[in-house]
Antibody, heavy 121, light 109 residues
Framework: EVQLVQSGAEVKKPGESLKISCKGS????????IGWVRQMPGKGLEWMGI????????RYSPSFQGQVTISADRSISTAYLQWSSLKASDTAMYYC??????????????WGQGTLVTVSS | EIVLTQSPGTLSLSPGERATLSCRTS???????LAWFQQKPGQAPRLLIY???SRATGIPDRFSGSGSGTDFTLTISRLEPEDLAVYYC??????????FGQGTKLEIK
């Protein structure tokens, strides 16, 4: 069974750094892209970026390029989303997700449970 | 970047009625690259339709997708109370970013 299990909720102060995780299981982690989606409180879904753990090829939305870093550790089947200096506007639910298939671009079919990040002074 | 515009913003219908949700893209999207998601309150999104018209695994046949080019439609026939959710379209064409629409909120009277 394919599963994506995300790290727990975080409460941080502006300016702090943060790295959240998403552990994949039940499939070949290095054969599928894995992506991140932001959902700010009461708002819609925003596609942030994706990484291919097989070779660490990473693509970002222009809206998030330079604001976050997406990475992956193949040895433990885990993808990461990190910030070097959080802002209050980073407060959101963050989902990791895996596409339907490993070939050409595909929509996310498997989703993590979400990690709520709260940034407040 | 391709912009997706969904309409209406909110749809209020009764059980048993038919819901028609629209998604318009700012550029033509291959019919193989348009998906629909359902997000119920407090839950992660769930893939309903991919390739504009193919139902994902386990999705009831009450849900159907159609369209091509820049105009796509999600139809939910015979609404049930459990269909209360926000519905999003997404394009996943040849290159990222794979943008989402802003969502349509479906209310069940």
């Amino acid at each position: 069974e394919v599963q994506l299990v995300q790290s727990g909720a975080e409460v941080k102060k502006p300016g702090e750094s943060l790295k959240i995780s998403c552990k994949g299981s039940g499939y070949s982690f290095t054969s599928y892209w894995i992506g991140w989606v932001r959902q700010m409180p009461g708002k819609g879904l925003e596609w942030m970026g994706i990484i291919f753990p097989g070779d660490s090829d990473t693509r970002y939305s222009p809206s998030f390029q330079g604001q976050v870093t997406i990475s992956a550790d193949r040895s433990i089947s885990t993808a990461y989303l990190q910030w070097s200096s959080l802002k209050a506007s980073d407060t959101a639910m963050y989902y990791c997700a895996r596409p339907l298939h490993s070939g050409s671009p595909a929509p996310f079919d498997y989703w993590g449970q979400g990690t709520l990040v709260t940034v407040s002074s | 970047e391709i912009v997706l515009t969904q309409s209406p913003g909110t749809l209020s219908l009764s059980p048993g009625e038919r819901a028609t949700l629209s998604c318009r893209t700012s550029q033509s999207v291959s019919s193989d690259s348009l998906a629909w998601f359902q997000q119920k309150p407090g839950q992660a999104p769930r893939l309903l339709i991919y390739g504009a018209s193919s139902r994902a695994t386990g999705i009831p046949d009450r849900f159907s997708g159609s369209g091509s080019g820049t105009d796509f439609t999600l139809t939910i026939s015979r609404l049930e109370p459990e269909d209360l959710a926000v519905y999003y379209c997404q394009q996943y064409g040849t290159s990222p970013p794979y943008t989402f629409g802003q969502g349509t909120k479906l209310e069940i009277k």
